[in-house]
């Protein structure tokens, strides 16, 4: 939908363009739309700040945590195998790219490690509904003020324990605003983003983790495939070679 | 920029853990660090690790291959100011590696080093 000013804009324009008559002004004024932050942009992950330190389990996922520990090494690792963290460990953001582009109705994120995505719906704009559990999961928007809160449900669990596991039972809210902040002498745009993490099956208390994402629009969101590794294992276990297609030679006369 | 693009790379890289890092490096002995001189082999411009082969002249004059399995995210590297064609196939390079503790013949790439002495390494 086009703001007022806009429309006054266009107006104008077809207007110049047309030279037909102008249009009568609007009967009733229309109010303005409120002005959100706007969190657009390239982002680089600037910090993490979590509390509790070190997360109280239920006895039950202490009994888990203990069993993994047992049979699984740190090199067991899902990150090797292209397993996307997923929420909330993706807010805080490995040491890659984040992209975001915010519309009214929505707003995506593009993580260039793992290349994920993740879809924010806000709640004013006729939300889709939930269909799969999924390592993002479901995440819903309002505003409060110049602050953007987003809660996400229905997340696949993440069962590696040594890495921030969750249930599908797992709950997340985000608090998430902009901040100008004054670096070497400068102002820089920062997203902080302060979570919740409310587990029961997991965890006794819930868990607060701040994310910090600092604005670098000189940088570019590069292309992270992860599985070429796996995908030349698979091709060494079959004893297959590809062919090298920039070893073909360049073209010759035509005849 | 790149000097400080390491360095929140860096800070980054500890702050993203364990989100980001993918494993232990303990397969790796991590305090050695081992120079070669060689020509690159092969290389594997990859995430979420590189890998590359450097054919290197050993002191009797015979030849060998040095294989360094993994090595930083390729992103990561060519976000400090790589240019990948500085290690294509056939270039001149320098290498540091960590030996893999059960396979003393492979190595983690922990940097590289170009002719004219600029060093990408994410890892000291």
């Not at chain 1, 670096?183 to 607060?208: A, S």
């Not at chain 2, 196939?89 to 983690?108: E, M, N, T």
Request: charged content about 20%.
């Amino acid at each position: 939908m086009l703001k007022p000013a806009s429309t006054a804009a266009l107006a104008a324009a077809l207007f110049a363009l047309g030279g037909c008559e102008r249009p009568e002004a609007p009967a009733a004024p229309v109010a303005a739309a409120p002005q959100h932050p706007d969190f657009s942009g390239l982002f680089f992950p600037a910090g993490r700040q979590q509390d509790p330190q070190r997360p109280e389990y239920t006895p039950a996922a202490a009994a888990a945590l203990a069993e993994y520990e047992k049979a699984f090494q740190l090199d067991d690792d899902p990150g090797r195998y292209c397993q996307w963290p997923g929420m909330p460990r993706a807010s805080w953001g490995a040491p890659f790219t984040v992209e975001i582009q915010q519309r009214p109705q929505d707003i995506t994120i593009y993580w260039e490690g793992y290349g994920m995505y993740r879809k924010i719906y806000m709640a004013d704009h006729n939300p889709p509904e939930a269909i799969l559990p999924s390592a993002m999961g479901h995440s819903i928007a309002h505003w409060e003020g110049d602050v953007l809160v987003v809660e996400t449900t229905d997340l696949k669990q993440y069962p590696y324990m040594t890495r921030q596991a969750t249930s599908s039972d797992a709950h997340v809210v985000e608090r998430m605003r902009v901040e100008e902040r004054d670096v070497d002498g400068q102002k820089v745009k920062f997203i902080v983003n302060e979570l919740v993490l409310t587990d029961p099956k997991v965890y006794k208390t819930p868990i607060k983790i701040t994310g910090t994402l600092r604005h670098r629009p000189d940088l570019q969101l590069l292309e992270y495939t992860c599985t070429d590794a796996l995908w030349d294992e698979y091709l060494s276990e079959r004893g297959l070679t590809l062919p090298d297609m920039d070893a073909l030679p360049p073209p010759g006369p035509q005849p | 920029m790149t000097k400080n693009l390491g360095a929140l790379l860096l800070a980054a890289l500890a702050a993203a853990a364990p989100a980001a890092a993918h494993h232990s490096f303990a397969i790796y002995d991590m305090d050695q660090n081992i120079n070669f001189d060689g020509v690159v082999e092969t290389v594997k411009l990859r995430n979420p690790h590189m890998a590359m082969t450097l054919k290197v002249t050993k002191d009797d004059g015979t030849t060998g291959v040095v294989n360094f399995i993994e090595g930083a995210p390729i992103n990561m590297i060519v976000r400090l100011g790589l240019d990948p064609a500085d290690i294509a196939v056939g270039k001149q390079i320098k290498a540091v590696g960590a030996p893999l503790r059960d396979d003393p013949h492979s190595y983690f790439l922990k940097a590289i080093i170009l002719p004219d002495g600029r060093r990408f390494s994410v890892i000291n």
